[in-house]
């Protein structure tokens, strides 16, 4: 039976109320917004003042935006045949990229060359780094995006030392569950209805349905502990309890005891499978991370957002089918903890990018239309940052989407602030090569942590913030 989400305790819950949801689209332009909590002063590097509105560029001039996903494409296309986004295009011209890497934003931002506008990028690298726009007084001004209009995770996290740099849209939501595949699940003699819900149990169901055959090479397995979203230490620190960065101290905490429980705890997964056997696995086309492994059936479980439903019922819809959600693993002493994040994607803007005045026309259509909330959930599974487009949405629409609709209300733990160091990208990176070492054995759990927290520190200080993080 389709069941309608009841919104009014899960915006509650992260932040604002359903009465705000349901004025959101006719209410007029909120005040300057109050701005996420500000890291400490001494960690941002000295840079020029920055403007608050954006240059102005003649008619008829292109406005580029970049971004980091490939699947949005298929909405682009459509959406640039409306007279909505035409509306908002006026004049100029729009030029779209899809699929730019870390590599690709930090090349253009250090040539000079930037796009008018970036998605799905380390967002924070750049606005502490002063490489954006302060787009403040042009929020101020617009008629068609508001404070009030959005998720307050989201809108908070687009703001760093008291400035907004990120509009926020495309998509946002919850980001933590573990979807399984409920068919390999019960040919693996294990109850679907009783998903795993520590890592304990979930290593568990981890051997079973990790399959070999008789020459020992992986046909099949589990989990890969640092797929997706489990792959980022903000989501080892909301597992095992502890906070790897304080904003307002501008500290990393990775030589931690939690840190080295779940280094060791996560190799063990790896073990099971071998680490020349996943490192080959990943290689073979059509076996990547974030969801591609999990298309394919070649991986049993993974951890994602609430965008995996979605994204896997339009990629695959015959694996979608048995697709499910369930709470992300914490460890057993923390049994019983319900861990979820709430975040999303902006649409932020370079200094040095030609036309973002067009730009900021385009954002406010993608960030505040609903004409561009059907478009990318229909077509690629994610939701916009706004409590009024949550309302209509059905839970049933994607399997797996209702326990991350539900997950707003029976959460018990909520990160608020992820992603927040300058240095997230590369303490990620440096996390993936110690743990490929210690599930070799030719590196402990101790010494990893150990050796991340130093390469962070003084990683932390190269790039000119201050004393050791």
């Known amino acids: 039976m389709s069941k309608m989400i009841t919104r009014r305790k899960f915006l509650t819950t992260i932040g604002i109320g359903a009465g705000a949801a349901t004025l959101a689209a006719c209410a007029a332009p909120a005040a300057a917004p109050t701005a996420a909590p500000a890291a400490p002063k001494a960690a941002e590097p000295t840079k020029a003042p920055e403007p608050t509105l954006a240059p102005a560029a003649a008619a008829g001039a292109p406005v580029a935006w970049w971004v980091g996903w490939g699947n949005l494409t298929p909405a682009i296309d ?62 101020k001004a617009s008629s068609k995006v508001n404070k009030g209009m959005f998720l307050a995770d989201p809108w908070n996290n687009g703001f760093w030392q008291g400035k907004q740099y990120g509009l926020p849209g495309l998509e946002a939501g919850p980001n933590y569950g573990l979807n399984y ?14 998903p795993p819900t520590t890592w304990e149990d979930l290593l568990g169901w981890h051997r079973k349905l990790t399959v070999k055959d008789a020459s020992g090479n992986v046909k099949q397995f589990g ?23 304080d904003e307002a101290a501008g500290k990393h905490d990775i030589n931690n005891p939690k840190m080295v429980s779940h280094l060791k705890m996560t190799s063990e997964f790896i073990k099971v499978i071998g680490p020349d056997q996943l490192a080959g696995l990943r290689k073979v086309e059509g076996n990547g991370g974030w969801g591609d492994a999990y298309n394919a059936k070649v991986q049993s479980m993974i951890i994602e957002g609430y965008w995996h439903p979605g994204e896997t019922k339009i990629q695959k819809p015959e694996v ?8 992300a693993p914490v460890p057993a002493e923390r049994a019983g903890a319900k861990i ?8 932020v803007f370079f200094k040095d990018g030609k036309n973002s005045d067009g730009m900021f026309k385009i954002a406010e259509f993608m960030s505040g239309s609903d004409v561009a909330g059907d478009a990318i959930w229909k077509q690629v599974g994610w939701l916009p940052a706004r409590p009024a487009y949550y309302s209509k949405v059905k839970g049933n629409e994607y399997p797996g989407l209702q326990f991350y609709l539900d997950s707003g209300t029976q959460a018990t733990e909520t990160l608020r602030s992820p992603r927040r160091s300058p240095i997230h990208g590369f303490v990620t990176t440096q996390l993936s090569e ?33 004393k050791a993080a």
């Open 78 to 139: 459509a959406l640039q045949k409306t007279p909505e986004f035409k509306d908002a295009l006026g004049a100029n011209t729009f030029e779209f990229k899809p699929g730019v890497n870390a590599e690709g934003w930090l090349t253009a931002v250090a040539g000079g060359t930037p796009p008018a506008g970036g998605s799905n990028m380390d967002y924070v690298q750049f606005m502490a780094k002063g490489s954006l726009l302060d787009i403040g007084n042009l929020v």
């Open 181 to 194: 595949n409920s068919e390999l699940v019960k040919a693996a003699g294990l109850d679907p209805d009783k």
């Open 223 to 245: 989990l890969d502990p640092y797929d997706a979203m489990a792959g980022e230490p903000d989501f080892a620190a909301t597992s095992y309890g502890w906070t790897w960065y």
């Open 320 to 327: 979608s089918v048995n697709n499910r959600a369930a709470w």
């Open 340 to 347: 979820q994040m709430f975040n999303g994607h902006y649409i």
């Open 434 to 466: 110690v743990r490929d070492k210690v599930a070799r054995g030719s590196m402990t759990a101790e010494q990893a942590a150990i050796e991340v927290q130093k390469r962070a520190d003084t990683e932390w200080k190269n790039q000119g913030y201050g």
